[in-house]
């Protein structure tokens, strides 16, 4: 054997000699298992115990674009979709609880689906944050996401100003329409009902007269009427300020991305196709500042 440093030494080998570190321990791996009562399915399990970035939970099923948008903003975080609100929601409060997986942190992101004010402090606290509009397509309708785009055409000044008025014109007529307004609003009641209802605890009762009433007063405070005025007002009020930022807060309609699209000059879906490129390659900086800056802040715990 032959010494050639503190850490290095040539040792006899049937093949000559080598090297090896000294006193070198061979490293002992911690082998971590699937806890079974975390909530989670095993793959999503697996998939949060082996990443070695923090987890962000959001709405949608991963489709390309939801999914192109959070990894291009949210690069330091392992994106993982929840399809609905109350999945992402109690897939965050389950991960915080579950002593099984603290070494892992994680937070969540929830489409604004007209949450009150309260709403989102209290969503806050539970570390989920709110996007600033209705959902995510929406966010191409923004001002400055749809300059963003523009420029990558290669509009400037007036030329500019000219394509986003005509095209933010065309976004509130789109809202103003009374059948569109109507269905949007009625998305938004159908909405509330639904969070009301998955919120009343009738498990208490211990007979059928004391359910009915104690339904009828968790239901009786549910003013259908009220809840749609308050929507159609905020609509109608956003449509008269030429308030894009406050409309695309309440209004949710599939098809104003085709409004965005008139920038590209092309279809929905190559639309999408370019966006996914876009983030991707980080071929269009001034689209993903553009987005990050409406996007919420999330921090990991």
Not at 13 to 42: A, N
Not at 49 to 64: D, M, N, Q
Not at 268 to 284: G, H, I, K, T
Request: charged fraction near 25%.
């Amino acid at each position: 054997m032959v010494v050639i440093s503190h850490d290095l030494e040539f040792v006899a080998g049937r093949h000559g000699l080598k090297y090896v570190l000294k006193d070198y321990q061979p490293p002992k791996w911690k082998i971590e298992t699937v806890p079974e009562d975390s909530g989670f399915s095993e793959s999503i399990t697996t998939l949060i115990l082996g990443s070695r970035k923090p987890i962000l939970f959001v709405e949608g099923t991963g489709a390309s674009l939801d999914r192109a948008i959070y990894r291009a903003c949210y690069p330091d975080w392992t994106v993982i979709p929840r399809k609905s609100c109350e999945k992402v929601i109690h897939a965050v409060v389950t991960m915080r609880a579950n002593d099984q997986l603290t070494r892992v942190t994680c937070s969540g992101i929830v489409d604004a689906d007209d949450y009150a004010p309260d709403e989102i402090a209290y969503l806050g606290t539970k570390g989920v944050a709110v996007l600033p509009v209705s959902e995510i397509e929406n966010l191409f309708l923004l001002p400055a996401v749809l300059d963003s785009i523009a420029a990558t055409e290669g509009y400037v000044g007036a030329a500019l100003d000219g394509l986003r008025g005509q095209l933010l014109t065309e976004l509130f007529a789109h809202a103003a329409d009374p059948r569109n307004k109507r269905d949007s609003v009625l998305r938004y009641v159908r909405r509330r009902i639904d969070r009301t209802l998955k919120k009343i605890d009738l498990s208490a009762a211990m007979d059928v007269s004391t359910l009915a009433s104690e339904y009828a007063a968790s239901t009786s405070a549910l003013d259908v009427a009220a809840i749609a005025h308050t929507a159609e007002t905020a609509i109608n009020d956003a449509i008269s300020r030429q308030d894009a930022a406050a409309l695309l807060k309440w209004y949710d309609n599939k098809g104003v991305l085709s409004i965005a699209c008139k920038v590209k000059g092309c279809t929905r879906d190559r639309f999408e196709q370019w966006v996914v490129r876009a983030l991707r390659n980080d071929s269009a900086p001034k689209l993903s500042a553009a987005l990050r800056n409406h996007l919420p802040n999330v921090m990991a715990a």
